[in-house]
């Protein structure tokens, strides 16, 4: 069994994972400042290259889940096998409706909010209460135990931080290996989704990351990005390694015209300068399936 991400999450990044992990340098500690769905944290444990891990995102109530994954992860399998954890519009909006304050709770609703909102989509209004609707799928697994299990074991290794990316200045050192996920750059002004957080992430945001990186760069860490391929991403990143992947992403502001998207993978080293990963050839093939 494998460690995997826990919900399903904006942006995740499975489809891009052979990418990601395709020419990697070998490095101390691990950082993940835009957590999410934690596709890469969990890929790089399965391939036993974290030692200790960083682990940040802004949305507190995420970070509340990992935490309670890593301490009380027994509790709150106990928690999620409770029958009031339907998939019917009535609960749905019934849970919603709460107002939680016990952690295990809170991650629990947390999960179940996850699993059956429309798209799994995590959207709060300017109060910070989360307002996405039910989701009516005609299924739905809340969650899958041996997952949850295998992920408590790979957090302990883990720090996690509810904070700005900006956080990762005051734990990074040398040789440490980085990686931004960012919300990405819209391709036009309605077409990307930039939640995730009562904060959206603007061209500020994006320029002040680009900052971080270089700080980061100076400080002698491996750093690499990943970003929608536009015209700022190119520019902020021009003295870097940038590679064109593609990946099947939503293509209009409604998420049900799809198709494949060029993306840039930002890397403050050469492609394949180490090929860590030349020996691990059947991992790879299972994530290609
Ligand atoms: C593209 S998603 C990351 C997806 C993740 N790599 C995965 O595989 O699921 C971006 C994440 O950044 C977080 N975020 C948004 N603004 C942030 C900020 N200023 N600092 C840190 N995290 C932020 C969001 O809560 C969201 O989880």
């Keep these: 069994m494998r460690a995997r991400p826990f919900i399903k999450w904006a942006g995740g990044k499975r489809q891009i994972l052979k990418h990601l992990t395709g020419s990697l340098v070998k ?19 399965n391939r036993n290259l974290v030692s200790r891990a960083y682990l940040y995102d802004y949305n507190s109530d995420l970070i509340n889940t990992y935490n309670v994954i890593k301490s009380n992860v027994t509790e709150l399998i106990v ?18 409706s709460l107002e939680v304050e016990e952690a295990i709770n809170k991650a629990a609703r947390f999960i179940y909010l996850n699993k059956t909102a429309y798209n799994g989509l995590y959207r709060v ?44 200045l ?11 996920d960012p919300p990405y750059q819209p391709l036009s002004r309605t077409s990307n989704f930039t939640g995730y957080t009562n904060k959206s992430f603007g061209e500020n945001d994006q320029i002040r990351l680009a900052e971080t990186f270089k700080t980061l760069v100076n400080r002698r860490c491996h750093v690499m990005l990943s970003n929608s391929k536009t015209k700022l991403i190119s520019e902020l990143y021009s003295n870097f390694n940038i590679e064109e992947v593609y990946a099947n992403r939503a293509i209009n502001s409604k998420g049900n015209g799809r198709g494949k998207i060029a993306e840039l993978i930002v890397r403050s080293w050469k492609n394949k300068q180490v090929p860590l990963f030349r020996v691990q050839k059947q991992v790879v093939s299972e994530i290609k399936q």
Excluded: C, W
């Design 27 to 45: 490095f101390k500690d691990y950082h993940e400042p835009f957590l999410g769905g934690g596709s890469l944290f969990f890929e790089l444990h």
């Design 79 to 96: 928690e999620l096998k409770k029958p009031v954890y339907k998939n019917e519009k009535e609960a749905y909006y019934d849970i919603r």
């Design 125 to 168: 209004n300017s109060k910070g209460k989360f307002n996405t609707p039910f989701g009516k799928y005609n299924k739905m697994k809340l969650f899958d135990q041996e997952t949850l299990i295998m992920d408590n074991k790979a957090l302990q290794k883990a720090e996690l931080f509810a904070s700005d990316f900006t956080e990762v």
């Design 170 to 180: 005051k734990h990074a050192r040398k040789d440490d290996l980085i990686y931004f």
